[in-house]
C-alpha cells in the first residue's frame, strides 16, 4: 500500500499534539482527511456514513418546521453538513471544545467546511458541551428541537470522564430542558446497541430506539456498524 501525507495543520493542546493531514491513498484511490492526538487517531473522513446517518435519523424524527438544531462535536463537519441537507433546519448550532477544529473550518481546510461555513444558517461556538447541557438555560435560550450528539466513543466510553454524567438518568434529564417539549435527542456510539443505556434513556425520553448502521469498510474488505440512538420526548 502506497500513501502520501500532507500535513494541513499542527497545534499544541493540553491533551498532546494535535495534527490534520490529507493522505491519498493508492490502494483505496480515496483522499483521506484525518486528525491525530499525540499517536492515537481521533477522527478520519474514510468512513462517515453513520455520522450522516446521526442527523438523519435524529432529524426524521423531529415534527415541524423551521427546525432549531444543535450538533454537538464538530469534528470533520460531516454530521452538521448532513442536518444543513434537511431544508427544515432554521438554525444550527455546533459546539465545539477544540478552538483547533472550529479553526480548520473558518480557514476551509475541511472537504465540507466552506458549504458549513458559508451557509448563513450555521453558527461555530467555542464552548463544553456537557458542560452547557447541566446549566439550567436561561429563558431567552433557544429550546432545541433537535441535539445531535457525537463526541464520545460510546454511552460507556467517554473521551473524558467530565462527560459521563450526562449519560446518567439526572445528566439527560438535564440535556432534556435544552430541547422543545417535542424534541429529540440523537446519539452516535462505536458500540452496538446496549440494552441497559435504553433503558436510561428511557427514564430521561417517552421513546427509545437503537439503530444500527452498516457501512462498508474498504480497510477491512467487509461491513462494519455503528449505532445511532434516538429519543424522543413525545
Ligand atoms: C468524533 S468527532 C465528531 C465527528 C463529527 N460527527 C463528524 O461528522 O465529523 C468529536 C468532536 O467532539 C469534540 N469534542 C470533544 N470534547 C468535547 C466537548 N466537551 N464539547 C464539545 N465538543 C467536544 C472534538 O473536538 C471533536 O471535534
Known amino acids: 500500500m502506497s500513501a502520501r501525507f500532507e500535513e494541513l495543520d499542527w497545534q499544541p493542546t493540553p491533551m498532546g499534539d494535535l495534527t490534520l493531514r490529507r493522505r491519498t491513498d493508492a490502494s483505496l484511490g480515496v483522499e483521506i482527511f484525518e486528525v491525530k492526538l499525540g499517536d492515537e487517531f481521533l477522527m478520519s473522513s474514510l468512513f462517515t456514513v453513520a455520522e450522516e446517518e446521526l442527523a438523519r435519523l435524529g432529524l426524521a424524527a423531529v415534527r415541524g418546521d423551521h427546525l432549531q438544531v444543535l450538533v454537538g462535536g464538530l469534528g470533520l ?40 461555513t458559508g451557509d448563513p444558517r ?52 438535564a440535556l432534556t430542558r435544552h430541547l422543545a417539549d417535542e424534541g429529540v435527542f440523537a446519539l452516535w456510539s462505536d458500540d452496538p446497541p446496549d440494552d441497559e443505556f435504553v433503558a436510561i434513556a428511557g427514564s430521561a425520553f417517552a421513546r427509545v430506539e437503537a439503530h444500527v448502521v452498516d457501512f462498508d469498510n474498504p480497510l477491512t474488505g467487509g461491513t462494519s456498524s455503528n449505532t445511532v440512538y434516538v429519543a424522543t420526548r413525545l
Open 77 to 116: 463537519g460531516y454530521t452538521a453538513i448532513a442536518a444543513l441537507r434537511d431544508p427544515r433546519v432554521s438554525v444550527m448550532t455546533v459546539i465545539d471544545t477544540m478552538p483547533a477544529v472550529i479553526d480548520w473550518h473558518e480557514r476551509g481546510l475541511l472537504p465540507v467546511s466552506e458549504s458549513l
Open 122 to 173: 450555521t453558527r461555530l461556538v467555542l464552548d463544553d458541551f456537557f458542560a452547557v447541557m447541566r446549566r439550567a438555560p436561561e429563558p431567552s435560550d433557544i429550546r432545541y428541537d433537535a441535539i445531535l450528539l457525537d463526541v464520545d466513543h460510546s454511552p460507556r466510553h467517554q473521551l473524558d470522564p467530565s462527560h459521563a454524567d450526562l449519560y446518567t438518568p439526572s445528566g439527560l434529564r
